[in-house]
């Protein structure tokens, strides 16, 4: 069992503060079993616009072990990530997105039992709120479920990397941290799979996941695939082979011209109270062809 761990959770207009309570009252658990473990929280805000939201988290601060670091500048998910890496004080780093909820006692100590050098513990939707029913990303995050389980990660451990929710060693990030060039919203992770799957590193997933229980409503949801495919073109090269979208670059020429036919309708559809799922892919694919 490990007896160490730095449990790492970068944000940015996220509120965190439940989370940090829960995760903080599990490691207090942990403690009480008296086998030596040493833990500390650290939360680091990357500059988040809505000062709001970093004056609700500010509650944290009185939590033993809890270590709460304001950022004044937005650097990007992958700087502030290998920010906080280099923060952690203890050789095993627990990553962790902002806006999840832990609803189990053992997820912790499931880790701790981990014997792997990278541990993928995978994420669950919160299905039980009916007032996301028309919004699109819990439409998408729910048709795509049965792919969250640790046996279909496995067939494609590399490519099924995601941040967030992992466990690896500090020595590893600091050797293979995130590419910094990544500034803007999606796919650091994806090129950090393909990084280790380069240093011959293995990624290993197991069933210990989160519960993805926020969602973006569907505007911000656009706006972000948006930027997200923004990010894919401008590393189309570096991610070649790691994203699905890059394997239909050859239709372009079609796909171009039906962006300005039906690609504003198709948007308007997705950022409405009624989104159509079967148009999310065919919107993806029209709006990458145009940049």
Not at 61 to 84: M, P
Not at 154 to 167: C, I, M, Q, R, S
Not at 231 to 260: M, V
Request: with cysteine; charged share 30%; proline share 3%.
């Amino acid at each position: 069992m490990k007896k160490e761990l730095s449990i790492l959770i970068p944000t940015y207009n996220c509120l965190c503060s439940d989370l940090v309570h829960s995760l903080h009252h599990i490691m207090e658990l942990e403690e009480k079993k008296d086998y030596g473990l040493k833990y500390e929280i650290i939360v680091a805000d990357d500059g988040s616009s809505d000062k709001s939201t970093i004056e609700k988290n500010s509650d944290i601060k009185e939590l033993s072990n809890v270590n709460y670091i304001i950022r004044e500048e937005n650097v990007g998910r992958a700087c502030i990530r290998n920010f906080l890496a280099q923060q952690a004080q203890y050789n095993w780093l627990l990553f962790l997105d902002g806006d999840i909820t832990v609803e189990r006692t053992r997820f912790i100590e499931k880790y701790l039992n981990t014997d792997f050098r990278v541990t993928v513990g995978g994420l669950q939707v919160y299905d039980r709120n009916r007032a996301y029913t028309n919004n699109l990303r819990y439409k998408y995050e729910k048709k795509y479920q049965s792919r969250y389980g640790a046996a279909e990660r496995e067939k494609n451990p590399y490519k099924e990397f995601h941040t967030v929710n992992f466990l690896i060693r500090r020595d590893i990030i600091l050797e293979h941290p995130f590419d910094e060039n990544f500034k803007h919203y999606g796919y650091e992770d994806v090129l950090f799979g393909k990084r280790l799957q380069e240093a011959g590193i293995p990624i290993h997933h197991i069933n210990n996941p989160v519960m993805m229980t926020d969602f973006d409503d569907n505007a911000t949801c656009v706006n972000k695939i948006e930027e997200s495919l923004h990010t894919l073109h401008e590393f189309r090269k570096e991610l070649k082979g790691y994203s699905t979208l890059l394997k239909y670059e050859w239709l372009k020429p079609l796909a171009l011209p039906l962006y300005y036919i039906i690609g504003k309708p198709i948007r308007y559809n997705l950022s409405g109270n009624n989104p159509r799922l079967f148009l999310f892919n065919l919107y993806k694919l029209l709006y990458y062809s145009k940049i």
